[in-house]
C-alpha cells in the first residue's frame, strides 16, 4: 500500500480519528491536521460624511462643476487713443460661463467684496500700463446704476439650494483725452464670506 499525501493511507487528505473527521492539510512538506467544524465572525462598520454649512462657487451651469481658482476676467476689448462714451463689460470666463454660488440649507446668505485692486487709490479702480492709468467701475447691474464700492460688501440672500448668480460689470469712464497705445490691466481681488 502506498501513502497518500502526510501519509494518509488512501490519498485523499481525509483520515478518521476517533469518530471525528478531521482534514489533513499538505503545504509542502508541512502537514497541518483541521477541525472540519465551521465558524463565523461577524463585526460591524462604521461609514461617516460629515457636510459643512458652506458655499461653493463655480462658473457655468453644471451642478457638478468644480470650484474655481479663477473667476473669470473683465474684458473691455480693443479701442481707440479716445472714446466719447463708457467702455462697458461684464465678468465671464468663456469657458465656464457666469460666476455662481451653491449654497446649502444651513447657509441663509452670503457676502461678496471686491478690492480696488492693484492699481486703485482706495477710492478709484484703474488699469494701467505701467505707467499710465485709466479710471474704471464696477456695478451689481448691466445699467451702472448699482456699484460695487471699493471693500465694502454686498448681501446676497440664499433662498433655496439653486445656483445663485454673482453680476460684475465693469465700465470705463469716457475718455476724450488721448491715451497712450499698450495693455492696460489690472488684478481684483473678490471675498465670499458667508
Do not use: H
Not at 62 to 85: C, E, H, K, R, Y
Not at 159 to 177: D, M
Amino acid at each position: 500500500m502506498v501513502n497518500g499525501p502526510c501519509g494518509s493511507p488512501d490519498g485523499t487528505g481525509m483520515a478518521a480519528m476517533k469518530g471525528r473527521t478531521w482534514t489533513i492539510v499538505a503545504l509542502g512538506s508541512l502537514c497541518l491536521l483541521a477541525d472540519d467544524a465551521q465558524a463565523a465572525i461577524s463585526g460591524q462598520i462604521q461609514a461617516r460624511l460629515v457636510i459643512t454649512a458652506a458655499c461653493q462657487v463655480s462658473s457655468g451651469g453644471d451642478p457638478s462643476a468644480s470650484p474655481i481658482g479663477d473667476p473669470g476676467m473683465l474684458n473691455f476689448g480693443q479701442q481707440g487713443p479716445t472714446w466719447v462714451a463708457p467702455i462697458k463689460a461684464s465678468l465671464t470666463n468663456s469657458a465656464e460661463g457666469p460666476l455662481q454660488v451653491a449654497c446649502n440649507s444651513s447657509v441663509t446668505g452670503f457676502t461678496v467684496t471686491i478690492n480696488g485692486g492693484l492699481n486703485g487709490d482706495g477710492t478709484t479702480r484703474r488699469l494701467s500700463n505701467g505707467r499710465q492709468t485709466i479710471p474704471y467701475r464696477l456695478f451689481v447691474d448691466a445699467s451702472g446704476s448699482d456699484s460695487y464700492s471699493i471693500g465694502q460688501q454686498r448681501n446676497f440672500a440664499v433662498s433655496s439650494g439653486g445656483r445663485i448668480p454673482i453680476p460684475v460689470f465693469g465700465s470705463v469712464v469716457a475718455n476724450t483725452r488721448a491715451v497712450p497705445a499698450g495693455l492696460y490691466t489690472d488684478t481684483l481681488t473678490i471675498t465670499l464670506d458667508w
